[in-house]
């Protein structure tokens, strides 16, 4: 790939032209004379809705992989029963953006039902959601 082409393509990823649309908004590089430091910005021009939406459902896949591997667990859903599924976005820096999910599940054999909620934070960028932090999901 020749030079051109290589800042042709880091052009148009800063740009937002590629790929989903995401929480990295437009990225400012301001460099500081005084601490010889280069100091990265993320200017919000993000669609919140489509962020949480995306960590919602990355929860959600997470969830039903869980209780669909559980060896204990006979009939499950990810429908909203006793609790809502929500999300919120607490946190954006120049990596991307940190929302907060929660998603409810039902789960049972022929000992027990059970309802409950799933709480965890993912980090979400141009390209990936990532779950990075909350409690595993073990039923059994």
Known sequence: MGLRTALLVVTVL??????????????????SNATNSTERTVV??????????RALNAEKAYVASKLRNASCV???????????????VVNQTTSGLYVDVQQPYAWGNEDIEADS????TYLVTDNETQRVSGPEIDPC
């Open 14 to 31: 800063l740009a937002g032209c590629v790929g989903n649309p995401g929480p990295a908004g437009t990225v400012t590089e301001t460099k």
């Open 44 to 53: 919000s021009n993000v669609n919140e809705t489509k962020v949480v939406e």
């Open 74 to 88: 006979e009939s499950w859903d990810t429908y909203p029963i006793v609790m809502d599924r929500e999300g919120t």
């Open 117 to 120: 909620a799933s709480r965890a």
